[in-house]
């Protein structure tokens, strides 16, 4: 089992982090996640034997590291691989983010959880959070999801959200059924999962990373509110 760990990093359950329930796990260090290098990720096993597999494709397929060469430069290439490597600097940019990691993650979930308080006191608005007590979120975003009469409100309420500068996206745009790849090639009921489609084809998705002031959860709130009083009149 390969855990899909893009949005995860401090998400816990049970108080293991997430990565280490399977055999292996995929991170992101893409600009707009937790930690970021810039770009790239990690990939994580408890398999010796999977780790090795993988230096030697993320690396062109070379059969020896530097430090086993006896002679600098030479090397075989027994089996077809790519460049998948880090470089130097985005190693160096995720490691000096390591160390404010704890401080990243609190200031998301204070974030979160204001934004949340302040969204509560509004009709028709329902936040996909976590009830499980095992559960620690990492808080990438807030989503809210609109309901009753504000349903079909969501694009225009992300126009008039952009119009105020407030960044908004959308986790997912299409539930994986209704995404032509996976539609055309297992067939799959999209009316068999409509918890997803409601979601999907409902939600707005805030930020709430570290970079935001509590002035502008409040800026973020007063005009989320003041859209949508005026687009349900």
Request: net charge negative.
């Given at each position: 089992?390969?855990?899909?760990?893009?949005?995860?990093?401090?998400?816990?359950?049970?108080?293991?982090?997430?990565?280490?329930?399977?055999?292996?796990?995929?991170?992101?260090?893409?600009?707009?996640?937790?930690?970021?290098?810039?770009?790239?990720?990690?990939?994580?096993t408890r398999h010796e034997d999977v780790a090795?597999?993988?230096?030697?494709?993320?690396?062109?397929?070379?059969?020896?590291?530097?430090?086993?060469?006896?002679?600098?430069?030479?090397?075989?290439?027994?089996?077809?691989?790519?460049?998948?490597?880090?470089?130097?600097?985005?190693?160096?940019?995720?490691?000096?983010?390591?160390?404010?990691?704890?401080?990243?993650?609190?200031?998301?979930?204070?974030?979160?959880?204001?934004?949340?308080?302040?969204?509560?006191?509004?009709?028709?608005?329902?936040?996909?959070?976590?009830?499980?007590?095992?559960?620690?979120?990492?808080?990438?975003?807030?989503?809210?999801?609109?309901?009753?009469?504000?349903?079909?409100?969501?694009?225009?309420?992300?126009?008039?959200?952009?119009?105020?500068?407030?960044?908004?996206?959308?986790?997912?745009?299409?539930?994986?059924?209704?995404?032509?790849?996976?539609?055309?090639?297992?067939?799959?009921?999209?009316?068999?999962?409509?918890?997803?489609?409601?979601?999907?084809?409902?939600?707005?998705?805030?930020?709430?990373?570290?970079?935001?002031?509590p002035d502008d959860i409040q800026y973020i709130?007063?005009?989320?509110?003041?859209?949508?009083?005026?687009?349900?009149q």
């Amino acid at each position: 089992m390969i855990e899909d760990c893009a949005l995860a990093v401090g998400t816990r359950y049970g108080g293991c982090h997430a990565g280490l329930f399977g055999d292996a796990a995929c991170f992101s260090f893409y600009p707009v996640k937790h930690l970021t290098c810039g770009e790239g990720g990690m990939f994580a096993t408890r398999h010796e034997d999977v780790a090795v597999a993988v230096n030697k494709l993320r690396a062109f397929g070379v059969d020896r590291k530097h430090e086993e060469r006896s002679v600098p430069g030479m090397y075989d290439v027994p089996q077809l691989g790519l460049n998948y490597r880090m470089s130097e600097i985005q190693a160096a940019l995720g490691r000096s983010q390591l160390t404010r990691i704890d401080e990243i993650l609190l200031r998301r979930s204070e974030n979160f959880t204001a934004l949340k308080q302040g969204l509560s006191l509004l009709p028709n608005i329902r936040v996909l959070d976590s009830t499980c007590r095992k559960a620690i979120n990492s808080h990438y975003s807030l989503t809210l999801v609109l309901e009753n009469e504000l349903k079909s409100y969501r694009n225009e309420v992300i126009g008039q959200l952009k119009e105020a500068g407030i960044g908004t996206s959308i986790y997912y745009p299409q539930p994986t059924p209704r995404m032509t790849y996976y539609r055309n090639k297992y067939g799959y009921d999209s009316d068999r999962y409509p918890t997803a489609i409601e979601n999907s084809d409902h939600s707005i998705a805030l930020p709430v990373g570290p970079h935001i002031e509590p002035d502008d959860i409040q800026y973020i709130l007063d005009q989320t509110s003041e859209i949508l009083v005026e687009v349900n009149q």
